[in-house]
């Protein structure tokens, strides 16, 4: 024991002592593991923290900031705009003398648009765990919108819009498409147009009736003004001037002015004998009592579409808001001036057919289907397109049948028997139409695409075509293409567009779009249903009610843009009534035209034959006899009075063949014996037949 204490070889100590010893090895080797592993993680994580920063910066670069910068520019460049309000016409030829100033407006105003969004995140949003880029993107998302202004500024260069119609079309498409993306991020947008309280039953109608009594008011002045300053022509708004007189005269559709003496030769339109009795309401001024007319018969188009929004989709604000769009819309405004037709007339009526289709009510259905044939022949291709959408979408097989039957028989005894020899319409197919005489224009146009394929693409694509199909479709944001059984409502019109070679038959100035707009706006409601409700927004899980929402700030922005550019309601060379420049301010010298034919008027009895120059046919049409200088071969009649106005014998590119027609008449008057001159003045020649 001694010997081991002096030696201190205890064999339980050197067991105790070594167990110690290695458990302090294994605790510090524990220890400083620990620590070297948290500090491998902590580098780790500061690392990734790092890279995680750098690469939300590089998104930041790439992603959200350079497109803040750019919507920073906007506010800038759209206040240099209004400030320098003469400079708008130099966008379109970007004749500037120095792109400084705006450089510095666009520089000035991103910078503060940044700092404004910097500061907002960190006093509202930073502490609501909303990061930096998604904060950015959202912005962004709104400030979208000041996109739309540069639109419309630059819209307001007249320059552009006549010269580049296809451009312009799509940038007033791309307005409505810019509006709809950035309003479907506003909070509550779906809301706004789902309330159905009381006052918001009242509030849309107020809002119709007002915008459409102004509607009526405007364009009627407009409508007013053009006719009294000459701009409404002899062919057509003589013509049925004299028509509607006749008729109410006892001489249904009679018409001196076109070589048959009726004007079934021209088209077959009973409606003018239903319509003859407005002339009575106010005697001296018939043809100012027609423009009216046809203007408040236009605008009637929204009493049938709202009813027919409402019961499909049951919101007044979302029905009032189409309605808007129909008044906005330009295809409306030119028609409703462009003298007087009675296939304008058909418009609203068709609205009408598809509203008591929807509503299963057949009497009113086949009511308002008569009142459809009776505007013209050609309303019986359309009846069987009605008939046919009846069919395909599930209403009434009797009565979709029956209206087939109808538009077949009534088709067919107008054509037979009235059109036989009388009317032709390969005068809209020139273009297309072969040499042989003995073939139709149908087996023309079915030769040349089994023969030539490419040539008729190319006929059919035109330019001009596609622009016009773009300026219908543009304001209501090509949603009807959604509603598919409404296609075949489409057809006639897209058909005419495509085969038919006139200019008038692809200008939203002239009445031919009549044959399918209405039927456009008659989809809208179903088409807006079927979008938002579609395949497209269930695969990227949009909010249907917030996306209806957008689609219709999107459908108000680009029908305000295309008004703008195409419309009636601002000052635009862009806008026709039919190929005629709207006469908004006439000059001195158009002023002093208009009193002397007022004078000319007091002067020649009611009874009295006259014969007039194009522009001053309408002005003289309710008489029994009526003739005019334009008639090709056209037999002299020695009326008892001649009128001539100056400007209609000059020479014009599209029509050089009536020149010899003109001067042909105009030597007659002036230098035969049976007529003597009895006033010269602005202008105007006034010839009376020597008793």
Same mark, same amino acid.
């Given at each position: ?20 010893? +290695? ?21 780790? %994580? ?29 506010? +800038? ?29 666009? @520089? ?19 502490? %609501? ?53 950035? @309003? ?24 119709? @009736? ?102 499909? $989709?049951?919101?007044?604000? #979302? ?27 058909? +418009? ?40 046919? !959408? ?51 224009? @149908? ?16 006929? #059919? ?57 209405? !039927? ?28 209806? +929402? ?18 009636? !309601? ?33 002067? $020649? ?44 014998? %000059? ?41």
């Amino acid at each position: 024991m001694g010997d081991n204490l002096r030696t201190n070889k205890f064999s339980d100590c050197d067991t105790a002592d070594g167990a110690a010893n +290695g458990d302090e090895k294994k605790y510090r080797n524990g220890i400083g593991g620990k620590i070297r592993n948290d500090l491998l993680m902590r580098g780790i %994580r500061e690392a990734s923290n790092y890279f995680s920063k750098l690469s939300d910066v590089a998104f930041a670069l790439f992603a959200w900031l350079p497109w803040t910068l750019l919507l920073g520019t906007l506010p +800038g460049l759209i206040s240099w705009q209004l400030i320098n309000p003469e400079q708008r016409e130099n966008f379109w030829t970007n004749r500037f003398d120095s792109h400084l100033p705006n450089l510095e407006y666009g @520089a000035v105003s991103s910078v503060l648009f940044f700092i404004c969004c910097f500061v907002a995140y960190h006093l509202f949003v930073r502490g %609501r765990n909303v990061s930096v880029a998604a904060f950015y993107r959202k912005v962004n998302r709104f400030a979208s919108l000041l996109l739309i202004f540069p639109i419309y500024f630059f819209l307001e260069s007249y320059q552009i819009t006549s010269d580049a119609p296809l451009f312009s079309t799509t940038l007033c498409a791309g307005a409505g498409l810019i509006g709809t993306i950035a @309003a479907y991020g506003i909070p509550g947008i779906g809301a706004v147009f789902d309330r159905n309280t009381k006052t918001g039953y009242i509030l849309p109608l107020l809002l119709i @009736a007002g915008c459409t009594i102004a509607w009526i008011a405007f364009i009627a002045s407009m409508g007013l003004r053009h006719h009294a300053n000459l701009g409404t022509a002899g062919w057509d708004f003589g013509l049925y001037i004299n028509s509607i007189w006749n008729s109410l005269h006892g001489n249904p559709l009679g018409c001196s002015l076109v070589s048959q003496g009726t004007h079934a030769s021209r088209h077959f339109d009973p409606i003018l004998v239903l319509i003859s009795p407005i002339l009575l309401a106010a005697p001296g001024a018939e043809p100012e009592t027609l423009i009216i007319l046809q203007v408040t018969w236009v605008a009637s188009g929204v009493v049938p579409l709202y009813l027919l929004s409402m019961h499909l $989709i049951r919101n007044q604000w #979302m029905s009032a808001v189409l309605v808007i769009v129909y008044l906005l819309h330009p295809a409306f405004h030119g028609p409703s001036i462009y003298d007087f037709h009675s296939l304008v007339l058909a +418009g609203p009526i068709m609205l009408w057919c598809i509203y008591f289709l929807d509503r299963e009510a057949p009497r009113r259905f086949f009511l308002s289907l008569g009142v459809l044939l009776l505007c013209r022949e050609d309303m019986s291709v359309i009846a069987l397109a009605i008939g046919l !959408f009846a069919l395909i979408s599930g209403k009434s097989r009797l009565l979709a049948l029956g209206t087939m039957m109808i538009a077949f028989i009534y088709g067919g005894i107008v054509y037979v028997a009235v059109f036989s020899e009388t009317v032709s319409y390969s005068q809209y197919f020139s273009d297309i139409q072969m040499q042989a005489k003995e073939q139709t224009v @149908a087996s023309d146009i079915a030769l040349i695409a089994l023969t030539n394929p490419v040539y008729m693409l190319q006929y #059919m694509l035109a330019e001009k075509k596609i622009v016009y199909i773009l300026q219908l479709m543009a304001p209501l944001l090509f949603l009807p293409l959604f509603a598919r059984k409404y296609w075949i409502l489409f057809l006639f019109g897209l058909v005419m567009t495509l085969v038919g070679s006139k200019d008038c038959l692809f200008s939203i100035s002239r009445q031919y779009s009549t044959w399918w707009l209405p !039927f456009m706006f008659a989809a809208l409601p179903v088409a807006i249903e079927t979008f938002t409700t579609g395949p497209y927004a269930v695969h990227h899980k949009l909010n249907a009610s917030k996306l209806r +929402g957008a689609l219709l700030i999107g459908l108000l922005l680009s029908a305000f843009a295309m008004s703008r550019a195409y419309g009636i !309601f601002w000052p635009n060379p862009s806008f026709r009534a039919g190929n005629a420049s709207l006469i908004r301010e006439p000059d001195n010298r158009r002023q002093q035209t208009a009193k002397t034919l007022k004078k000319i008027k007091k002067m $020649i009895p009611q009874q009295a034959s006259v014969m007039a120059s194009e522009h001053i046919i309408s002005h003289f049409s309710t008489r029994l006899w009526i003739w005019s200088t334009e008639k090709k071969g056209y037999r002299f009649r020695d009326p008892d009075y001649g009128i001539i106005w100056n400007q209609d014998m %000059r020479y014009r590119q599209n029509r050089p063949h009536k020149i010899k027609t003109r001067k042909k008449l105009v030597k007659l008057l002036h230098d035969s014996d049976k007529y003597k001159r009895i006033l010269k003045e602005n202008g105007i020649s006034l010839y009376e037949r020597k008793p």
